[in-house]
């Protein structure tokens, strides 16, 4: 019940595309849905998170859609940039269990 | 700020012998979480500190072991190791570990 399930494993968008990035969970008491972004050669960066209470959020360029009632929440990057080429992971975690969840991450690659 | 700073960041050892990682959080950052990431099994928990005072455990063998300082660092052990324990281990560090984590850029080590 710990899962988190990420979709899809790779993604390949133009430049100036939108990217979209899903992920679904079954622990109805994770509160904190964070995303990261990772380089090669590099650790998890955080990019945007949301808590449950909330159906969106957006920073910048990218945005969180949250769906309570389907647990699944999503990344959209729109007008995607080749420097946006990365891993992205979805996590989730729950007030006071001392750990987050990942998904397996996308590999993202944005064509000029 | 300084960021979470993994040492060394590149290991390499063999079959049987123990290994000894070492992460040094943000300044003031006093949760400490590792984590084992591979291409098949993503980003897994292994445990979290709290003011020196390991707090959570993912499922690991107990040749995995770690400790916290009273200065926040922490250390991370692997005993007798396998070729299966090859992986880039990282280390992040947050104020409270459900929420934001910082990533350190991860020691990469190779078993042969």
Redesign the interface.
Known sequence: QQQVKQSPQSLIVQKGGISIINCAYENTAFDYFPWYQQFPGKGPALLIAIRPDVSEKKEGRFTISFNKSAKQFSLHIMDSQPGDSATYFCAASEEGAGKSTFGDGTTLTVKP | KAG?TQTPRYLIKTRGQQVTLSCSPISGHRSV?W?QQTPGQ??Q?LF?Y?SETQ??K?NFPGRFSGRQFSNSRSEMNVSTLELGDSALY?C?SSLD??????????TQLSVL
């Open positions: 979470v979480s984590y993503g980003l928990f979290e709290f707090r959570n993912g990282l992040a570990s459900w929420e934001k984590l910082f990533f350190g850029s991860g």
